[in-house]
């Protein structure tokens, strides 16, 4: 399955939103998390993308007279988080999903460029996360429910204030 390559967020139909960038799924800039408005307009973002609704149009940017080549090559698109602002939500659109990349500036852009910035450090992550993907559809809802019924059924329950079990 490819990624869309399209420069807007396709709306009209909700979609699945996987983050990728953190194990516990929090986006963070430099380490801190996101608060005020960049914050805001992110969950905005995922909830727009959950229910297939438009985004904030100010959030996107026109290349104007120039073409997106990390949109071209690895179908990874961006988003401002605020209207103008340096901090940018990246991002893979597909038919029935959306991956959430990192949340950076515009460094990636600078040389060597924004293409080999995202191989160099997404590569595997990329590749397997679609491919994860794809598997877990075909194998069906039913399967990743009796998945987490075991985990949870061999979970250690939490000791109670008397100090059993």
């Given amino acids: 399955m490819e990624p869309l390559k399209e420069p ?4 009209g139909k909700p979609r699945t939103v996987v983050r990728l960038e953190n194990e516990d799924g ?4 430099n380490g801190q998390s996101l608060a005020g408005p960049p914050g805001a307009n992110l969950i905005a973002i995922v909830e727009a993308i959950e229910k297939g609704d ?3 149009p100010d959030l ?3 290349h104007k007279g120039r073409s997106d080549t990390l949109l071209m090559k690895l179908g990874i698109m961006h988003i401002h988080l605020t209207p103008g ?3 940018l939500l990246f991002l893979r659109q597909f038919e ?3 991956e959430l990349i990192e949340v950076n500036d515009h460094g990636p852009f600078d040389p060597p460029g924004a293409v080999e910035y995202f191989e160099a450090k997404y590569r595997n992550i990329l590749w397997n996360s679609q491919r994860e993907f794809e598997l877990k559809a075909k ?3 039913s399967q990743l429910a009796a998945s987490v019924a075991n985990l949870t ?3 250690r329950k939490p000791k109670t204030e008397e100090g059993g079990e």
């Fill in 153 to 155: 059924k061999n979970r």
């Fill in 8 to 11: 807007r967020l396709r709306t």
């Fill in 96 to 98: 029935d999903h959306v």
């Fill in 60 to 62: 996107y940017r026109e």
């Fill in 139 to 141: 194998k069906g809802k």
């Fill in 54 to 56: 438009q985004i904030d």
């Fill in 85 to 87: 602002s340096n901090l």
């Fill in 26 to 29: 929090k986006f963070r800039k």
